[in-house]
């Protein structure tokens, strides 16, 4: 566990940036899918704000399957999100192990 700690510690600057980057994408999807999916189903997609609901459960995971798009634009733009969606899992991955790397074998960087 503390070599976990001090990974975290290490990586903080870099996961605090993407953790940023992860909010304005979450906010520019809810944005997105409230104009394509308005008009065709008001009652889920009635507001921007109602609309990071399916912007959060699309981006971390591949959704419940409570609230969906139904328009060939919406359905288009929920499998870029989805693709997105999968760097958002992978890319704070890479970042911990790395840092795990350097914390665990110190002596791999000087080689």
């Known amino acids: 566990m503390r070599h976990f700690a001090r990974a975290m510690i290490m990586a903080k600057e870099q996961i605090i940036l993407f953790m940023g980057v992860t909010l304005v994408l979450i906010y520019f999807a809810a944005i997105g899918i409230y104009y394509f999916e308005n008009e065709a189903q008001p009652e889920h997609f009635s507001s ?64």
Not at 53 to 82: M, N
């Open 48 to 111: 921007i704000f109602d609309s990071l609901w399916w912007s959060i459960i699309t981006l971390t995971t591949v959704g419940y399957g409570d609230v969906y798009p139904i328009t060939v634009g919406g359905r288009v733009f929920t499998f870029f999100i989805l693709l997105i969606g999968l760097g958002i899992v992978a890319i704070p991955t890479g970042i911990i192990s790395s840092s795990l790397t350097k914390v665990v074998d110190p002596d791999s960087e000087e080689e």
